[in-house]
C-alpha cells in the first residue's frame, strides 16, 4: 500500500518493535511497572495537534489525570459505543473518519535504585500489552514506533535513552486507524492504553525467548521435554530431578496435565543472565480417528466465550476480576474457554493453567462488517496488503502464548469471511507450532483448519454432524475430509436475557456422538456500562444509552453472568446441564445409577450423600459409598430404606456430589452434581369426597359470598379474599416478551414476539358471556380474545368453597381455543393483583431459582422462601422473568405475617409461578431496570402452561415439544388466607 499513507492509515503492521516472544510473569530480571496516574489530553482528530508534546520539557501541568491502563471513554472523555457488527464508520479502507479522537498521554517516571541508566538499546524494553487501535510512542522524545493490533503486545528496545530520572513517556493514541477494520467484534468501541505498560530490564544474556515443548505418551505414562531458549542455558525440574540444558530432549514418567486434573512441575530456566521460572505441563493435542484427542482420550468442551469485561472498566480487567471469572466457570463445571475474540490479558493464562481450563486461544482479528457486501467484497483477509498485518497478530500470539498447556487450539481469529490472509495466518502457526491443531470457524471448507466449527446450529443440524452426513458445502473432496474432522460448536446457546433454553438437549447430542466435542455458550458475560440515573439509582447501559448513531441495543448483554458477575440463572442451568457425573433413579425407584462422564479424572475426589424428603423436609440423609469409578464407568447402587419412608406425604430421593477436599477453585463440600427423582410412583388418585361445599349467598352491594371469596355479583370478578383486596383475577396469556422470544431482526418468520403483538396478545379483551349462580358454585363462562381478530379462548371459571382450614375458594378453569391458532402462547394461567405490600413468598415446588419449559434442569422440588423483590431476575433489559416451577403450593405474606395461600387444585397439575410488584405490560414497557417502580399491589401469575424460552436471540427457538400450542386446558387452583402473627 502507498507510503504516503499517515501511520494509523497504513495497513502494514506497526513498526519499531523487537521480535515477539514468550510472556512470563516475572523473573530475576527488574522490572518497572509505569502503570498510574498519567497526564492526559483528548483531541477531536489526529492531527488537531502537532507532536510537541513529545518532547521532555513540554509543560503537561494542565491536562487532565488519567489512569493507565484504562480507556479514556470511561473516564469521562468522550463515550462508549457499541456494534455488533456495523462498522461505525464508512467502510473505505483504509481509510478512517477524520473524526477520529486522540488520547495523548504522558507519564514521567524515575528508574528504580541499581537500575542501570543508558546501555545498549536492547538492555531494557518498554512493554505495552495492549493499546486500542493504534499509537505512536516517544521515550525521552525520540520515538520508539508504532503500536497496531489492540489487544497483543509490543516492546520497544530503549536501554539507550534511560536516564536515572525525569524519563517521559509520550504516548500517541487514536481510536481510528487501519487496525479497526481488523477488530470489528462484537462489542464497545474503547480506545485507550487499556492494558499493563512494563519496563524491563534485560540483561546481557537474558532470555530474548524460549519454547517449552512437552508431550505425553499414555501408553507409556511419560513425559517428554525440550525447552528451546535463546540464548540457551539449563532447566531444572527439582520435583522429577531434572537438569537438563536446553534443546535437550527427556523422556520421563510424570502425572500428565489436563483440565481435569491441572498437574503442573514447578521448573526454572537459567541462563547467564536470567532465570525464569516455568510451571510446566505434560499433555499431547491431536486429531486422531476423527476426533480431538488430549492425552489419548477424547474430550468433551463444556465452554463458554469470554470476552475481557468489567462493568466500569471496560476491558481493562485487573487479576482479581480474571481469577473471579475462572473460579465462578470452576464452581460451575465449565471446563473450557475461548477467549473470544482476542488473546487475553496474558496473565489470564497462567490462571487457567494452574486451576485446570482447556483454551482456545483466538487471535484479534474480525472484519465482519464486511458481510454487508456481495462475497464480502473488501475483506482486507482475503486482500494480501494486508496479509503482513494478519501475520503480524498471528505471531504475536503464538509466541507470546505458546508456553500454556491450557491453551490446546489457535483460533485464527472470528467471523472474517475465508481468504489468503487466513490461510497464510494458519500455514505459519502451522509451522512454528504444530503441536497444537488450529479453528476458525469462518471456513466452512475447513481448508485451513484441523477441526470443523459453526455457531448457532440448531439441534437437528448437530446431530446430522455428529453422524458425519452434514450436508455437503461444495468441493467433495473438502466435504470429505471436513466429515473426516472432530466438530465443535464455538458459539451456540445464545445467553441474551432469560435463557438460554434447550441446552440439556445439546449435551445429549454432545454425550452420544463422539465426533461432536461440545460448545462454547456465548457469551460468559454481559457488557452492560454501570451508570447511574439523576436521582442516583445503578443501572447498566446498553447500545443506544450514548448517544451511538448507530448501535445495537442490548445485544451486547447475552451473558451468564450479569455486568456484576452476578450469577444468573442460565449459568446454573448451564452448570446442571454439564455436570461431569449423571446421577438417575427411576421414579418410584430405591436404586440410583451413578455415570462418571469425565474425561480423564475417576470418582475419587467426590464424596456422595442421599438425602430422602417428604414435602419438601429431609427426613433422612446419610454419606452413600460410591466406588471410585473411572471416566465412563457407571454403577447401580441400592439406596438404604428409610425408616420415615411410608409416612405421608410426597417423597424424593435426592443424590448428590460434593467435593471431597478442598481444592484451589471450590471448598470441600461443594456442590458438583445431584438427582432427584419422586421416591413412589404417581399416588392413585383417590376418590376423596372431600368437605362438604358451601353454598353462594348475594351480600350487600351487589356482590356474591362464596366462603373466604366476596364477588362482583354482576361481572362475577373476585374483589376480595377475606380481608385482601385482590384485582383483575382474569385468564392471562401475556408475557413481557424475552430477548428470545423477540428474537433476531434476522429471521422475521419465526419471531413469536412479533406474532403475539401483530395478533394483539398484549392487548386481550374479556367478555362476560355469562354469570351464573347454583346451589355450590359461581360459574363465570368469558371469552378472551383481541381486537380485529376472530380468534378466542373461550373461558370458563368455576368457583366453589368449603369450609376446611377456615374457608377455602377452590377455582377450576376450563378454556377452549376458538378459531386457527397458529401461533403459540406466551403463556397460559390466570392473573390477579393483591393488595397489601405482601412482601414474602414461600414455596413448595421447583426452586431456588428461575425456571421454564426448557430451562429446568437446575430447578429442584423443595421448600422455599424469599422475598417478592429477590423473586426478581433483573435482566439488564427488563422481560419475562423469575417463574418457579412445579409448584404445589405458595403463600404470600406481609410484615406481620397475614397472606394469602394457593394450592394446585384438586386433580391439578403442579403450576408455574412469580410475584412481583408491577404487571407484565409495566415489565414490558421498561428498558432499563430503574424503570420500573415497585408498587403495592403483587402481581401474582399462577400459570398452568408457560413457552418455552429457546435460544433465538441469536440461534434456534424453542424445540416443538417446548412451544406452548393454544389447546384446550382443564386446571384449577385453591385459594386460602393466612393469619396474621
Ligand atoms: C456471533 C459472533 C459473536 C457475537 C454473537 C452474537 O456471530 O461471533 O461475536 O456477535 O454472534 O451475540
Redesign the pocket.
Known amino acids: 500500500m502507498s507510503t504516503d499513507l499517515p501511520y494509523y492509515l497504513d495497513p502494514a503492521p506497526g513498526t519499531g518493535a523487537v521480535a515477539p516472544r514468550a510472556w512470563y510473569a516475572g523473573s530475576d530480571a527488574a522490572r518497572l511497572s509505569l502503570n498510574g496516574s498519567w497526564r492526559f489530553r483528548l483531541s477531536p482528530t489526529a492531527t488537531a495537534q502537532d507532536e510537541s508534546f513529545a518532547r521532555p520539557g513540554f509543560d503537561d501541568a494542565h491536562w487532565d489525570r488519567l489512569p493507565v491502563p484504562a480507556h479514556w471513554a470511561l473516564h469521562g472523555h468522550g463515550a462508549p459505543a457499541y456494534t ?2 456495523l462498522y461505525p464508520f464508512p467502510v473505505e479502507p483504509p481509510y478512517v473518519p477524520t473524526e477520529n479522537p486522540t488520547g495523548d498521554h504522558r507519564v514521567t517516571f524515575a528508574l528504580p535504585e541499581g537500575w542501570p541508566a543508558g546501555g545498549a538499546p536492547d538492555s531494557a524494553l518498554l512493554r505495552f500489552e495492549g493499546i486500542e487501535s493504534c499509537a505512536k510512542i516517544w521515550l525521552n522524545g525520540v520515538e520508539l514506533g508504532v503500536f497496531k493490533g489492540s489487544r497483543l503486545p509490543a516492546e520497544y528496545p530503549v536501554g539507550a535513552l534511560l536516564r536515572p530520572e525525569g524519563n517521559v513517556l509520550a504516548v500517541r493514541v487514536h481510536q481510528w486507524s487501519s487496525g479497526s477494520y481488523l477488530e470489528d ?2 462489542q464497545w468501541w474503547l480506545p485507550g492504553i487499556f492494558r499493563d505498560v512494563t519496563l524491563l530490564q534485560r540483561p546481557d544474556g537474558s532470555v530474548v525467548d524460549h519454547f517449552v515443548h512437552t508431550g505425553f505418551d499414555h501408553r507409556t505414562g511419560e513425559g517428554t521435554l525440550r525447552v528451546d531458549a535463546e540464548p540457551g542455558g539449563r532447566v531444572t525440574v527439582p520435583e522429577l530431578g531434572v537438569d537438563i540444558a536446553t534443546g535437550e530432549s527427556l523422556t520421563l514418567p510424570v502425572e500428565p496435565w489436563t483440565a481435569e486434573t491441572p498437574r503442573l512441575y514447578d521448573a526454572e530456566l537459567a541462563t547467564e543472565g536470567e532465570r525464569i521460572p516455568l510451571r510446566i505441563g505434560f499433555r499431547t493435542v491431536l486429531v486422531e480417528d476423527g476426533v480431538l484427542k488430549v492425552n489419548g482420550r477424547r474430550i468433551l468442551f463444556r465452554g463458554v466465550n469470554r470476552h475481557e469485561f468489567h462493568p466500569e472498566h471496560g476491558r481493562t480487567v485487573d487479576l482479581d476480576t480474571m481469577r473471579t471469572d475462572l473460579l465462578l466457570m470452576k464452581r460451575h463445571n465449565i471446563n473450557a474457554v475461548r477467549t ?2 482476542y488473546p487475553p490479558h496474558p496473565a489470564f493464562l497462567p490462571l487457567c493453567d494452574e486451576l485446570g481450563l482447556w483454551v482456545i486461544d483466538e487471535c484479534d482479528l474480525e472484519t465482519h462488517g464486511f458481510v454487508e457486501f456481495e462475497g464480502w467484497k473488501g475483506n482486507p483477509a482475503d486482500d494480501d496488503r494486508w496479509t503482513p498485518a494478519l501475520l503480524d497478530r498471528a505471531a504475536r500470539m503464538v509466541e507470546r502464548d505458546k508456553n500454556h498447556p491450557s491453551v490446546v487450539i489457535w483460533s485464527l481469529g ?2 472474517c469471511g475465508t481468504g489468503r490472509g487466513l490461510s497464510a495466518m494458519a500455514k505459519w502457526i502451522r509451522e512454528r507450532d504444530p503441536s497444537r491443531p488450529i479453528h476458525y470457524e469462518g471456513d466452512l471448507s475447513c481448508a485451513d483448519t484441523d477441526m470443523y466449527s459453526r ?1 448457532y446450529a440448531d439441534h437437528a443440524e448437530v446431530e446430522l454432524i455428529g453422524r458425519r452426513e452434514e450436508l455437503p458445502w461444495g468441493d467433495p473432496e473438502l466435504d470429505a475430509k471436513r466429515r473426516s474432522l472432530p466438530f465443535i460448536l464455538c ?1 451456540y446457546a ?1 445467553a ?1 436475557g432469560n435463557g438460554p433454553g434447550g441446552l440439556g438437549e445439546y449435551q445429549r447430542l454432545f454425550e452420544t456422538y463422539p465426533r461432536l466435542q461440545g460448545g462454547f455458550v ?2 460468559w458475560i454481559d457488557h452492560g456500562i454501570a451508570r447511574r440515573t439523576a436521582d442516583g439509582t445503578p443501572y447498566f447501559a446498553y447500545g443506544g444509552d450514548f448517544g451511538e448513531e448507530l448501535h445495537d441495543g442490548n ?1 451486547v448483554c ?1 451473558g451468564l453472568v450479569f455486568p456484576d458477575r452476578t450469577v444468573s440463572p442460565g449459568l446454573i442451568e448451564y452448570k446442571k446441564v454439564i455436570e461431569p457425573v449423571r446421577i438417575e433413579g427411576e421414579p418410584g425407584s430405591g436404586t440410583v445409577r451413578i455415570t462418571n462422564i469425565h474425561d480423564f479424572a475417576d470418582l475419587s475426589h467426590l464424596a456422595f450423600s442421599w438425602i430422602y424428603e417428604i414435602d419438601g423436609h429431609a427426613v433422612a440423609q446419610d454419606a452413600l459409598a460410591v466406588p471410585p469409578l473411572a471416566a465412563g464407568e457407571s454403577a447401580e447402587l441400592k439406596l438404604p430404606v428409610p425408616e420415615a419412608a411410608g409416612q405421608d406425604g410426597e417423597a424424593f430421593w435426592q443424590v448428590r456430589a460434593a467435593l471431597r477436599e478442598d481444592t484451589p477453585w471450590a471448598g470441600a463440600g461443594h456442590e458438583v452434581a445431584w438427582g432427584q427423582w419422586p421416591a413412589a410412583t404417581a399416588l392413585a388418585a383417590v376418590d376423596n369426597p372431600g368437605p362438604p361445599l358451601l353454598a353462594p349467598r348475594a351480600g350487600e352491594g351487589g356482590v356474591v359470598v362464596l366462603g373466604p371469596g366476596t364477588f362482583d355479583a354482576a361481572t362475577g370478578e373476585l374483589k376480595y379474599l377475606n380481608g385482601f383486596q385482590v384485582t383483575g383475577l382474569r385468564l392471562d396469556v401475556w408475557r413481557a416478551p424475552t430477548d428470545n422470544d423477540e428474537a433476531a431482526l434476522s429471521v422475521p418468520e419465526t419471531r413469536d414476539a412479533l406474532a403475539w403483538r401483530t395478533l394483539g396478545l398484549h392487548r386481550m379483551r374479556h367478555r362476560i358471556a355469562s354469570v351464573a349462580l347454583t346451589e355450590d358454585a359461581l360459574t363465570v363462562t368469558t371469552r378472551v380474545a383481541p381486537a380485529a381478530s376472530d380468534l378466542g379462548l373461550r373461558t370458563v371459571y368455576r368457583w366453589t368453597a368449603d369450609a376446611a382450614d377456615g374457608g377455602r375458594l377452590h377455582l377450576a378453569i376450563e378454556v377452549i381455543p376458538e378459531g386457527d391458532w397458529k401461533v403459540p402462547l406466551p403463556r397460559l394461567g390466570v392473573r390477579l393483583g393483591v393488595s397489601g405490600t405482601l412482601g414474602d413468598a414461600q414455596w413448595y415446588g421447583g426452586g431456588p431459582g428461575e425456571a421454564y419449559p426448557d430451562t429446568r434442569a437446575a430447578s429442584r422440588i423443595g421448600l422455599y422462601a424469599s422475598t417478592v423483590d429477590a423473586l426478581q431476575t433483573p435482566y439488564v433489559r427488563p422481560q419475562e422473568n423469575g417463574a418457579r416451577a412445579d409448584v404445589r403450593w405458595v403463600r404470600l405474606r406481609r410484615e406481620d405475617g397475614a397472606g394469602i395461600a394457593v394450592r394446585q387444585g384438586e386433580g391439578s397439575p403442579a403450576f408455574w409461578f412469580t410475584a412481583r410488584r408491577w404487571t407484565s405490560e409495566q415489565l414490558d414497557a421498561a428498558d432499563h431496570t430503574p424503570d420500573l417502580a415497585p408498587g403495592e399491589v403483587v402481581w401474582v401469575n399462577l400459570d398452568h402452561g408457560q413457552h418455552g424460552i429457546g435460544s433465538q436471540s ?1 440461534g434456534p427457538g424453542s424445540l416443538p415439544q417446548y412451544r406452548l400450542a393454544a389447546a384446550e386446558a382443564s386446571f384449577g387452583f385453591t385459594f386460602s388466607t393466612l393469619d396474621g402473627r
Open positions: 455488533n457488527h467484534q462484537d473470544s475474540h472470528n467471523e455457531m458459539e445464545h441474551m456465548w457469551e445485544f447475552d441469536c
